[in-house]
């Protein structure tokens, strides 16, 4: 494997965010693991949440592309969420468009991810986001 420093993408002000991320790019495949330790409050720039960086450009192929993403709130929200990392039609390939957990309204709709707490409210343990899957590189 191989490592890389991801970066969360749409963000406002400074990323109070860590990264760390391995992959593996052979046979026109790229399987990747990033996960970013928010230590410092982190707020996106925008509705649309958070985004991130990828190791290898994807190739976009006009569908979308969907990774497994889990959010441990640990000491800001006490909880954990599962959702999606995805790559809309219309990217670039070289980051993930939008990164998104289960809400507590409209159902198990999906949310965007725009805040993450870090060290505020009281919070003593940092929130950690993991990203990881598989795509055909550009």
Do not use: C
């Not at 039609?89 to 990164?99: C, I, Q, S």
């Amino acid at each position: 494997m191989t490592a890389w420093t991801p970066q969360l993408t749409n963000v406002a002000g400074q990323d109070g965010t860590t990264g760390v991320g391995e992959y593996v790019d052979a046979n026109g495949m790229v399987t990747f693991t990033a996960m970013f330790v928010a230590r410092k409050e982190t707020n996106s720039a925008s509705s649309a949440g958070f985004g991130m960086t990828l190791p290898v450009p994807a190739k976009v192929t006009g569908a979308r592309t969907v990774f497994n993403l889990e959010l441990d709130g640990r000491d800001a929200d006490h909880g954990q969420w599962t959702g999606e990392a995805l790559i809309y039609a219309g990217n670039d390939g070289k980051t993930v468009d939008r990164l998104r957990v289960t809400g507590t309204s409209d159902g198990a709709a999906l949310v965007n991810i725009n805040h993450l707490y870090g060290d505020v409210e009281g919070a003593k343990d940092a929130e950690i986001l993991t990203v990881s899957g598989s795509y055909i590189r550009a």
